[in-house]
């Protein structure tokens, strides 16, 4: 028996954002394997599934992030579960967009709702760090996380929870190091290039129409030699 937290916000007004993809991630599980319909418990909403053979609670806390720990800490101790049998999966502004790691334990980051679920269960949990940038100076951090994904966000965020979706079984069997390659190889497949066979034939040169091809060609001029006239006719027809 697993628990897989996603944290972020709860409201309508947070569901876009950046800080969100906790949340959005625990939904694409729920979606791709039939997942029991959320409802209200530990002070988040909570589903029930199968992985890999195992039974899973899917739980998003509604604590609001700092609190996340309030929430996860109490579906824990409710069903007699060791950190060791909880995976997070949180935004992670130090990674490229689209970029997950999974590693276990360690420090928060700086990640508020990391702290709080160290301070509540300890940190020998299994985190799964999805990228969402950085915007390169401090006093931005606060409005980008909490900022909505951008429309062109969409190609690679997509990609990105449905393969987190359908790769979440190689969590549940702990080969983490799959579970990346996996995201990384689908995320690769979906944003290459499209390739040189994908792209129109170049266009012929235009034919001459049958006038111009018909249309006889002058007759060269010829320039006298030597005299006068010869070194006149030579400069007008550029032939000095």
Do not use: C
Not at 84 to 99: C, H, M, R, T
Not at 115 to 140: A, F, L, N, T, W
Not at 200 to 214: E, G, M, N
């Amino acid at each position: 028996m697993l628990l897989l937290a996603g944290l972020g916000n709860p409201g309508p007004e947070h569901a876009g954002n950046r800080h969100n993809i906790g949340f959005m991630a625990a939904d694409a599980i729920a979606r791709r394997h039939s997942f029991s319909p959320w409802s209200k418990k530990f002070r988040g909403l909570l589903a029930e599934g199968n992985l890999a053979g195992e039974k899973i609670f899917l739980l998003k806390p509604q604590t609001f992030m700092n609190l996340s720990g309030q929430s996860v800490g109490e579906a824990l101790r409710f069903y007699k579960l060791e950190p060791s049998n909880l995976i997070v999966f949180y935004d992670e502004l130090d990674l490229a967009p689209g970029k997950v790691r999974v590693k276990t334990g360690g420090g928060s980051g700086g990640h508020n709702g990391i702290r709080s679920i160290d301070q509540h269960v300890g940190k020998e949990y299994r985190r799964v760090r999805i990228g969402i940038g950085h915007p390169g100076v401090k006093p931005m951090v606060h409005g980008h996380v909490l900022g909505d994904f951008a429309k062109a966000d969409s190609e690679w965020l997509e990609p990105l929870l449905s393969s987190i979706g359908d790769n979440a079984p190689l969590l549940v069997k702990d080969d983490g190091s799959s579970f990346m390659n996996r995201v990384t190889l689908d995320l690769r497949e979906k944003l290459q290039p499209t390739g040189d066979h994908d792209r129109p034939p170049p266009k012929a040169p235009k034919a001459q129409s049958h006038i111009r091809q018909a249309r006889p060609q002058k007759p060269e001029i010829k320039v006298p030699e030597t005299g006068p006239m010869a070194a006149m006719l030579k400069k007008l027809l550029g032939k000095e």
